[in-house]
């Protein structure tokens, strides 16, 4: 009896060290929080960003909703609609496609930057799971709010992942094998892509997705206002900035000028206009599927070596990942910054190389293709 | 005769007195050349007094001296509607920073102990001076609309006429009274500019925008660690003010920017005749569409065999699609002995549909992740990402009376026969039977 109170004893102190809710005071969050100011100070303003990014989304995605019809028949349509008959329409998508893209970047590189900072050492677990989290909602986002607009390279790439699902049983054994097609089912609503599929994802793009991030970057932004900014540096830093009014008026300042950006770069450039126009016609369940079938650009990190490597090497190494992201804060435990920066340049540079260069490395692996 | 003082008389007077006082000053009196700061005495009050008066009113006199000394590139500017509204926006906003900072000024010189102790009537006529013109300016600039544009015109010859020594009062004496009397004041102030504090505009301070802030304190050294913490203070706030001024200017801008294009996207869309039509037919014809598959899908809920196309239609090289029975796509082609090749065209690596179009070697192509396969054996070619077959489907032929002619498995075995000559007369079918 006496060592189950304690075991509980543990857990309501592992708890109020990660959560030191009595800190909650105006005096702390306000008067107190301060800035580490050394060369490696840029990373704090990721975060940040990324929520503005997210911002953008929610605004730019809820005037969408007004136009936006989830229906096989309509779906492409009303898109085309928004685009080309509703008054500033065009810019509206644009920049929902736009600050998609800016804020999966600005995640990754918080992410990466945070774990090079070692911002997840004890006591703040609980806002690297709740980052992960994030992570994993937003590649989500993106990939449910692919498949809205119902043009072919939509419809076929959504195919083609949920088909990759599926190719997972073959190397599960026993009863787990059919496991995967059934999950697949479950996410599809019918034998091939069709409206039960888009009504699912309608469903998850607009309303569970945004619940649950809201739940997450709830927690998150709550871990870093108890225990304000990390280090980030192993030396203490000489200089330090206070966050209210010095720090989140310079944030502010960025976000200015990243919207303006991003508001001229919506104005002139559809993200579409990076691919052949027949991908974007209405999707043709009748036709052959049309060459280029793409993920976006942020799933080329599985994309290409899913294309080069055996699947089953992929699927395990992306389960490891998946599920290591969370246990960072404990596999790092004792690992220094210096060696936490190499494995974070060694991320960084992977990623960079596959996005940027994946179709070149394909091609050599393959040959041009015949 | 009061006119040709007021505009004539009075502005020589005060460019005479501007230019004599103000050189005598320098020469014999230059450290008096100050703006007697009284900021160690009291700076609470005018720190937010000073800066926007000093924002203010060099924006305004930017503005007057742009206009006056420009009026070719200024009338052509204004002439654009959107900056003469900035510019009188900015103007107008400008004169409420001067009047706002000008009454606290005023108001600190009355309340305060220590600065009454250091307070000239001059400093007072000053202030008051500069909030009548102010005022006037104003009253002027709201009566008499859009005087970034009418202004320059208008009263640009008469200061012309001063400095070129013919003066000519007859541009003003049919003003407003609020132009008039902004502009006697304007020489009233000149007049005083070198008597008083105001030289310390003389020494235009550029270089302040490079150096580091200066703050005026006692000096002791007892409170020299409160005046660092003050000092850093200070710099906070300063910051703040610059970041809260441009924050204000940018959520302007931004507003008349961006929540112009938010909120058109709501208004009701104007479409032409054309357009409306356009759009309305898409829309059927997409309706159509998916009723089309829809139909397809209960046709094959309820129909034994189901019509995919006349044999004669059928090529050799380019394959027809159709639905099979589990609304998946496929593909029929002929062969050599004119029969049919009903095959899969859902690839068999990720589901992709395949294409229709045969290669030299009688192949087709998944364009997915390049896997050909050969439709006779339905096997995918060595390399390719597909490991398993493409499936042939199982087919009949009949005539135009129904009645079957002849039909094959999904393995190949074959069961009737059909003479060459009704072939191109025969329907193909596919069969649930089969599936």
């Known amino acids: 009896m006496g060592k189950q109170k304690n075991k509980f004893l543990q857990m309501v102190d592992f708890l109020t060290e990660r959560m030191p809710l009595h800190n909650l005071s105006f005096d702390h969050i306000v008067n107190e929080k301060e800035v580490p100011v050394h060369r490696m100070s840029w990373a704090y303003y990721m975060g940040g960003l990324t929520l503005l990014f997210f911002i953008i989304q929610l605004v730019t995605g809820v005037f969408l909703l007004f136009y936006y019809q989830p229906t096989v028949s309509d779906a492409h349509a009303s898109v085309e609609y928004i685009t080309f008959f509703v008054k500033s329409g065009f810019l509206i998508r644009n920049l929902h496609t736009w600050s998609s893209s800016c804020m999966i970047l600005c995640l990754m590189v918080h992410m990466i930057t945070s774990f090079a900072m070692k911002a997840f050492a004890r006591p703040r677990e609980i806002t690297w799971i709740s980052g992960s989290l994030l992570l994993i909602i937003t590649f989500a986002f993106g990939f449910t709010g692919y498949l809205l607009p119902w043009h072919q390279i939509a419809v076929n790439a959504t195919k083609v992942v949920l088909q990759s699902i599926e190719e997972a049983g073959h190397y599960l054994p026993g009863a787990l094998a059919a496991l995967p097609s059934y999950i697949k089912e479950i996410i599809q609503g019918e034998v091939s892509v069709g409206q039960a599929t888009l009504s699912r994802f309608y469903a998850l793009h607009v309303v569970i997705l945004p619940l649950f991030f809201m739940g997450a970057i709830g927690l998150h932004l709550l871990g870093v206002q108890l225990h304000g900014m990390s280090p980030g540096v192993d030396t203490p830093p000489r200089e330090k900035e206070r966050f209210f009014p010095v720090f989140i008026l310079k944030d502010f300042w960025l976000w200015g000028i990243v919207f303006l950006v991003v508001f001229v770069l919506s104005l002139c450039l559809p993200f579409e206009s990076f691919y052949s126009y027949p991908l974007f016609e209405a999707y043709n369940a009748l036709g052959s599927t049309p060459e280029g079938i793409k993920p976006e650009w942020y799933f080329y990190f599985v994309y290409y070596p899913l294309e080069i490597l055996p699947f089953w090497v992929i699927m395990l190494g992306m389960t490891i990942a998946q599920a290591g992201i969370f246990f960072v804060p404990w596999i790092f435990k004792n690992t220094s910054r210096k060696v936490l920066s190499i494995i974070a340049w060694i991320i960084a540079a992977y990623l960079i190389i596959i996005t940027l260069f994946g179709q070149l490395i394909y091609e050599v692996f393959k040959g041009s293709g015949k | ?435």
């Not at chain 2, 099979?324 to 690596?349: N, V, W």
Request: glycine content about 6%; charged content about 20%; aromatic content about 12%.
């Open chain 2, 1 to 435: 005769m009061f006119d040709l003082f007021l505009f004539i008389g009075l502005p020589y007077v005060a460019i005479a007195s501007l230019v004599v006082v103000s050189f005598i000053r320098y020469k014999f009196r230059a450290f008096s050349y100050s703006s007697l700061s009284t900021q160690f005495l009291e700076d609470r009050w005018l720190a937010w007094a000073s800066l926007p008066w000093h924002l203010g009113i060099i924006l305004i006199l930017l503005g007057h001296l742009l206009a006056f000394g420009l009026p070719g590139v200024w009338s052509i500017l204004v002439s654009i509607p959107t900056f003469l509204l900035v510019v009188e926006a900015l103007g107008i906003f400008s004169a409420l920073l001067c009047l706002v900072s000008l009454v606290i000024l005023l108001i600190r010189r009355f309340v305060d102990a220590k600065l009454q102790a250091v307070t000239s009537y001059l400093d007072v006529v000053v202030l008051l001076i500069l909030l009548f013109q102010v005022l006037t300016g104003l009253a002027a600039a709201i009566h008499h609309r859009w005087g970034a544009a009418w202004a320059p015109g208008a009263l640009g010859p008469y200061i012309r006429s001063i400095f070129l020594l013919q003066p000519d009062a007859s541009f003003v004496k049919d003003m407003p009274p609020f132009v008039k009397l902004h502009i006697a004041s304007a020489w009233v102030l000149i007049m005083f500019f070198p008597f008083t504090r105001l030289v310390h505009a003389l020494s235009v301070p550029l270089h302040y925008f490079v150096r580091s802030p200066q703050k005026v304190v006692w000096n002791s050294s007892r409170s020299q660690v409160r005046f660092e913490q003050k000092i850093q203070f200070d710099n906070e706030k300063r910051l703040f003010l610059k970041a809260a001024f441009g924050a204000g200017a940018s959520v302007a801008l931004l507003s008349l920017g961006v929540l112009d294009k938010f909120f058109r996207y709501f208004l009701k869309q104007d479409l032409t005749n054309a357009e409306e039509s356009h759009i309305l037919s898409q829309k059927l014809q997409r309706l159509k569409q998916s009723a089309d598959e829809r139909e397809l899908e209960l046709e094959r809920m309820n129909k034994d065999s189901i019509f995919v196309a006349k044999l004669s239609e059928l090529s050799r090289t380019r394959g027809k699609y159709f639905i099979d029975y589990q609304m998946r796509p496929a593909l029929a082609f002929s062969d050599e002995q004119g029969l049919p090749i009903l095959i899969s065209a859902k690839c068999t690596h990720l589901g992709c549909t395949v294409g229709q179009e045969l290669d030299a070697q009688g192949r087709i192509l998944c364009p997915c992740h390049i896997s050909y396969f050969d439709i006779k054996t339905g096997q995918p070619s060595p390399g390719s990402p597909a490991k398993l077959p493409l499936p042939h489907l199982g087919w009949a032929l009949k005539d135009e009376q129904g009645n079957l002619l002849m039909a094959q498995d999904p393995e190949g075995r074959r069961e009737g026969s059909i003479d060459p000559s009704q072939a191109g007369k025969s329907l193909l079918f596919i069969g649930k039977r089969f599936s």
